[in-house]
Structures are given as structure tokens and as C-alpha cells.
């Protein structure tokens, strides 16, 4: 199985800060990287698709990159409806296996 | 509007057997693949099982195989996870999600979700 490794774990920051959290693959999965990010007793929700692509709807502060084996997740000024816990996912191949997570909490 | 809903969850005990449904409205349900993807309580997002529109092609995570068995009724809109042989450590909040229809697969549209415990 592709094991995917999140860092950090959990991070505190401000309204306006920039925050990037990062994802590695155990081996190569090209572009084929989601990112989701999950509030508190609620279903996940897609933000970023193929590594780079914004999801419909979702605001133009977040934004992915990278290839390969490493990727991240930017979110360019946070929000207070930011603070929420981000899964990257590979789709590369099954088991499409996730990060453990990255909770964004309010510094 | 793409709506996702689960039913199903409940406590059960130790060996016992759950079958969760997953209605689907607002998308043609029967071009879409649909995937079961579990949380336990706490604890971050696992993949669990994927079957094709057509229902030719199924997957297992390791940790579900021989147990758990997918299964979908496109005239009905909806997909299915039969539960047998049921541990503790299956305990969770359950979701069905849906795969866009792209050469990168992604789950676009998830369910609220249901819990399901495992607990004597």
C-alpha cells in the first residue's frame, strides 16, 4: 500500500497568517493528490483535485502543488471558517489510502 | 443538488452483522463509482471499499476483506455495505462518497454519514 505522511499534525495560527501543510507518498503517484478538509462532526469535503485543481466553490485562498512524492496544501490568509482538519488522499492506486490529518487550530 | 444519504448504523455486538444503505439523488447515480470510507471516533479517514457503475469491478481494504461486501441497485439510487462477523475496532462513523467522473478519481460528494458501534 502507498502510505501517505502529513506534517504537522496540528498547527495554531492566526486570522490572516499563511499556513501550508505538507503530504508525502511512499512512492510515486504523480499528480494523483486530493486534499480535504473535514470540520468537526461533519463529512469531509473536497478542496483540491490532481494536485493543483481547486474544487468548484471552493475559495481561491487555498491552493495545492507538487508531483510525484511531495505535495502541499497553502492557504494564503486564514480564515476563522479555516480551522478545520485537512486529509491529503492519494488516488494513484488502491487502496486509496490518506494522510493522518492536520488540524489547524486558532492560535 | 447532489445528496448523499446513510442509514443503517446502530450498536451491535461483537460477530454481529450491519448493512448500511447509501441513498443517492440529484446526479445520475448509475454513471458514478461509489465508494464506504470510515472513521473511527478520533481518529483520521480510511478507505474501505469501492465498486465500479457497473458493479464489474469491487475493492477491499485489507482490513474489511472477507467480511464486508459491497454492493449497489442503480434503479434504486443506491449502494450498499453488508457488515458481517463484526469487531470492536469497526466502530465508526461510516460515509458513502462518490467518485467524480475524471481521470483522477476523487470523492466530490460525500453523505452526512452513520455510526456504527461495535460493543457488547
Known amino acids: 500500500d502507498i502510505q501517505m505522511t502529513q506534517s504537522p499534525s496540528s498547527l495554531s495560527a492566526s486570522v490572516g497568517d499563511r499556513v501550508t501543510i505538507t503530504c508525502r507518498a511512499s512512492?510515486?503517484?504523480?499528480?494523483?493528490l486530493n486534499w480535504y478538509q473535514q470540520k468537526p462532526g461533519k463529512a469531509p469535503q473536497l478542496l483540491i483535485y490532481a494536485a493543483s485543481s481547486l474544487q468548484s466553490g471552493v475559495p481561491s485562498r487555498f491552493s495545492g502543488s507538487g508531483s510525484g512524492t511531495f505535495f502541499t496544501l497553502t492557504i494564503s490568509s486564514l480564515q476563522v471558517e479555516d480551522f478545520a482538519t485537512y486529509f491529503c488522499q492519494q488516488s494513484y492506486r488502491a487502496p486509496r489510502t490518506f494522510g493522518q490529518g492536520s488540524k489547524v487550530e486558532i492560535k | 443538488e447532489v445528496q448523499l444519504v446513510e442509514s443503517g448504523g446502530t450498536l451491535v455486538q461483537p460477530g454481529g452483522s450491519l448493512r448500511l444503505s447509501c441513498g443517492a439523488s440529484?446526479?445520475?447515480?448509475?454513471?458514478?463509482?461509489m465508494n464506504w470510507v470510515r472513521q473511527a471516533p478520533g481518529k483520521g479517514l480510511e478507505w474501505i471499499s469501492y465498486?465500479?457503475?457497473?458493479?464489474?469491478?469491487?475493492y477491499y481494504a485489507d482490513s474489511v476483506k472477507g467480511r464486508f461486501t459491497i454492493s449497489r441497485d442503480n434503479a434504486k439510487n443506491s449502494v450498499y455495505l453488508q457488515m458481517n462477523s463484526l469487531r470492536v475496532e469497526d466502530t465508526a462513523v461510516y460515509y458513502c462518497?462518490?467518485?467524480?467522473?475524471?481521470?483522477?478519481?476523487?470523492?466530490?460528494?460525500w453523505g452526512q454519514g452513520t455510526l456504527v458501534t461495535v460493543s457488547s
Open positions: 512512492q510515486s503517484i504523480n499528480n494523483y
Open positions: 440529484g446526479f445520475t447515480f448509475s454513471s458514478h463509482s
Open positions: 465498486i465500479s457503475s457497473t458493479t464489474a469491478t469491487v
Open positions: 462518497a462518490r467518485d467524480a467522473m475524471t481521470t483522477i478519481p476523487r470523492f466530490d460528494s
